[in-house]
C-alpha cells in the first residue's frame, strides 16, 4: 500500500470519486468551439520540425489562452481504479523535467540512443516526448522481451541507456557487462534497485527550464525493430519526418480528431503503431488519449471502458475487435464510440459485418508496416470495401509491382511497392541502422518492396494476398521464423524445426513449429514434450513467439541444396496441396 500511495502521490493520481457521469453526458458537457491544429503543406516541408515543441507546446499555449476545452490530453487507469488526467500544460512541464533528468544527470546527449523497455505508465510519454526534445534517439522494446532479446538490442543499436521497470533490471544487470555502450540504467518502480536511478525522483527534483532543440526535419528520432525471416530483427529509423507526416492535411483525414475526442489506441508500447497511435495523432489534433495500464489484453475490461469512459474513437489490431466479439455480453452498442479503425493484419469480410451488426459501426481498415508506418487506409467517411485495406494515403504512392519494379495492372498480383525515387516520401524510414546491405535489399527500382502481395482494383484500392516472406501475423505480432527456430534448437530433444503460420479461429494465423526429435527423445511422452518445448520457448524469447501448435515429423521437406521448404508445410497448413 505505500509503495502504491507512492507512486499516486507522484503524479497525482486518484480514485475517482462515486462514479462517472454517464459517458454521453460527459460529452454533452465539453461542446467547445474547436481549434485547429497545427498543419503544414503535404509536399511543403519545412526544414526543421519537432513534435514536442511544434505540437505539444502548441496545444499548451491553446490551453493558457482559453482556445482549448477542460479535457485532458492524457487519461490513465489501471485495474485499481486508479486513475491520473495531465493536461498539455502538465505534459509540457514533466517532459521538459525529463528531458533535463537525461542531458543533465544522465549525460545523454543528441544522437544518442536510449533503450525504452516500459509497459502503459505515465512515464512512457514522459520519455518519449523528452527524447523529442533532447534529440535522443528512443528505441522502443515491448517488455516480452527476454535476456537474449535485450541483449541483442542493446548491443546492436549501440544503446548508452535503458529505461525499465524492476520486471525486467534483473535481466538487464545480468547482461550490462556485454554491453559496452550501456552507461545509463534509469528505473520505473516503486521501490530502489541497486545500481538504478530512480526516474520518478528525478523528474519531480528536476528544474521545468527547458529549451527544445530546433531538430532538422531529417534527423534521427527513433529506432524501431522489425522482423525477419532470416537472422535477427532489423532496426528500421526513423526521422522527425515521421511525426511531422500527422500535421499534414492528407493525414488528418485518416481519424478526423477533434479537441472534443477521447481517443484509445491499444497498442503495446513496444510497437510504431504505439508511437503513431498514442503519441502523433490523438495529440496533433489536441484531442484527449485514454490508457488503460492493462498488462494483459482482457476483452471483458476492454468492453467494460467502452461503456464506463466516453471515448469516442478506437485503433487496435483485428485480435482485439474480435476477442471482444467473442467474449461480448448481450450489447455492443457503445453509448459515445463513433469509430473504430483496425490495422496490424487482415480483417475478414464476416469479422467486419459481424462488429456492424453488434456495434452498429463499420471497422476502418489500414496496413502499415515498421519501415513507413501508416501507407494505406480506409479514411473516415470514405466507402468501404469489406476485405480492403482501402488506398494509398498521401504522400505515399503505393502501387503493385512485379520483381523489378514495374507497375502492373489492375487486379494482378504482386508486390506492395511503395515510391521513393527520385524523392523519398516524408515520413518513410531512413534505412536500417548499421546495415546498408539490407536496406539496398528492399529497393526495387523506383519502389521501396514491402515483401507484402495484394491486388489493387479499378478505384485504387488494395486486397491483401500474404506475405513474400515467412513473417507470421500472429495478433499482429510479426514473428520471424528463425527466432522461433533459433529458441527451439537449445533445447535437447530438438533436431532440426521448421516454424510457419497456421490457421487460427480467433488470432488467425499462430505460430506451428513441425520439429524432428533426437533419438534419445524418440519415447518421451508426447503431449508433456510438447508443453515443455513450449515453455522452453517462453522463457527464452518474447512469450508471444511461442509455438502454440507443434507437430512431430520424422523429416522435414527440403530443397535439392538442403534449404527447409516452409512453403510446402505452410501449404499443407492452409490445406492447398
Not at 5 to 26: D, E, T, V
Not at 334 to 343: D, I, M, N, Q
Request: hydrophobic share 35%; with cysteine.
Amino acid at each position: 500500500m505505500q509503495r502504491l500511495m507512492r507512486f499516486l502521490g507522484l503524479w497525482n493520481i486518484h480514485k475517482p470519486s462515486r462514479g462517472f457521469h454517464s459517458a454521453s453526458g460527459y460529452l454533452h458537457c465539453q461542446v467547445l468551439s474547436e481549434v485547429g491544429a497545427p498543419r503544414w503543406n503535404d509536399y511543403d516541408v519545412p526544414k526543421e520540425f519537432n513534435f514536442a515543441s511544434d505540437v505539444l507546446d502548441y496545444w499548451t499555449q491553446m490551453e493558457k489562452e482559453g482556445k482549448r476545452g477542460p479535457n485532458p490530453a492524457l487519461w490513465w487507469v489501471n485495474n485499481e481504479g486508479d486513475e491520473l488526467k495531465w493536461s498539455f500544460s502538465e505534459l509540457t512541464d514533466l517532459s521538459r523535467r525529463t528531458a533535463n533528468v537525461f542531458t543533465q544527470i544522465c549525460g545523454l546527449q543528441q544522437g544518442d540512443h536510449l533503450a525504452v523497455v516500459l509497459p502503459r505508465v505515465p512515464e512512457w510519454w514522459l520519455v518519449t516526448i523528452g527524447c523529442m526534445r533532447t534529440g535522443i534517439v528512443f528505441v522502443p522494446g515491448t517488455m516480452q522481451l527476454k535476456t537474449k532479446d535485450l541483449l541483442y538490442r542493446l548491443q546492436v543499436s549501440k544503446a548508452k541507456g535503458i529505461i525499465t521497470t524492476d520486471t525486467l533490471a534483473p535481466e538487464v544487470d545480468s547482461l550490462a557487462s556485454k554491453c559496452p555502450t550501456l552507461k545509463t540504467k534509469l528505473l520505473v518502480s516503486d521501490h530502489s534497485c541497486q545500481g538504478w536511478l530512480d526516474l520518478r525522483s528525478l523528474i519531480k527534483s528536476a528544474s521545468p527550464d527547458h529549451t527544445c532543440i530546433k531538430s532538422k526535419t531529417l534527423d534521427p528520432m527513433a529506432i524501431f525493430f522489425t522482423s525477419g525471416t532470416t537472422g535477427f530483427p532489423k532496426m528500421a529509423k526513423h526521422n522527425h519526418g515521421f511525426a511531422l507526416r500527422s500535421s499534414f492535411p492528407s493525414s488528418r483525414k485518416f481519424l478526423q480528431l477533434k479537441t472534443s475526442d477521447i481517443f484509445w489506441c491499444l497498442s503495446d508500447t513496444g510497437w510504431i503503431l504505439a508511437v503513431f497511435g498514442c503519441i502523433l495523432e490523438p495529440w496533433t489534433a489536441g484531442a484527449t488519449l485514454f490508457v488503460h495500464h492493462m498488462p494483459q489484453f482482457d476483452p471483458k475490461v476492454a468492453e467494460q471502458m467502452f461503456f464506463k469512459y466516453p471515448i469516442t474513437q478506437c485503433l487496435a489490431v483485428s485480435t482485439i475487435y474480435r476477442m471482444i466479439l467473442q467474449h461480448a455480453s448481450t450489447s455492443l452498442r457503445f453509448p459515445t464510440l463513433e469509430h473504430c479503425a483496425t490495422g496490424g493484419e487482415a480483417l475478414l469480410p464476416e469479422e467486419q459485418e459481424e462488429w456492424r451488426r453488434k456495434t452498429g459501426l463499420l471497422l476502418h481498415e489500414v496496413y502499415g508496416q515498421s519501415e513507413a508506418g501508416m501507407c494505406c487506409s480506409t479514411l473516415r467517411g470514405m466507402k468501404i470495401k469489406p476485405g480492403s485495406m482501402g488506398k494509398s494515403m498521401s504522400p505515399f504512392d503505393v502501387q503493385i509491382i512485379d520483381d523489378k519494379g514495374n507497375s502492373l495492372p489492375f487486379n494482378t498480383e504482386g508486390n506492395i511497392g511503395i515510391r521513393i525515387k527520385p524523392t523519398k516520401p516524408i515520413g518513410f524510414f531512413m534505412g536500417y541502422e548499421n546495415n546498408p546491405a539490407k536496406t539496398a535489399e528492399v529497393e526495387c527500382g523506383d519502389f521501396y518492396n514491402t515483401g507484402d502481395r495484394a491486388t489493387m482494383d479499378e478505384e485504387g484500392y488494395f486486397w491483401f494476398l500474404g506475405r513474400n516472406d515467412d513473417i507470421i501475423n500472429a495478433s499482429g505480432n510479426r514473428i520471424g521464423p528463425s527466432e522461433v527456430e533459433n529458441a527451439l534448437s537449445e533445447h535437447p530433444a530438438v533436431a532440426e524445426s521448421a516454424v510457419v503460420s497456421s490457421p487460427d479461429p480467433i488470432r488467425r494465423e499462430v505460430v506451428k513449429a513441425f520439429i524432428v526429435l533426437t533419438p534419445e527423445f524418440l519415447s518421451h511422452d508426447r503431449d508433456q514434450l510438447i508443453k515443455e518445448l513450449q515453455q522452453h520457448v517462453k522463457s527464452v524469447t518474447a512469450p508471444y513467439k511461442y509455438p502454440r501448435k507443434v507437430e512431430f515429423v520424422s523429416e522435414l521437406p527440403k530443397t535439392i541444396n538442403g534449404k527447409i521448404k516452409r512453403s510446402e508445410l505452410r501449404k499443407k497448413e492452409y490445406g492447398q496441396m
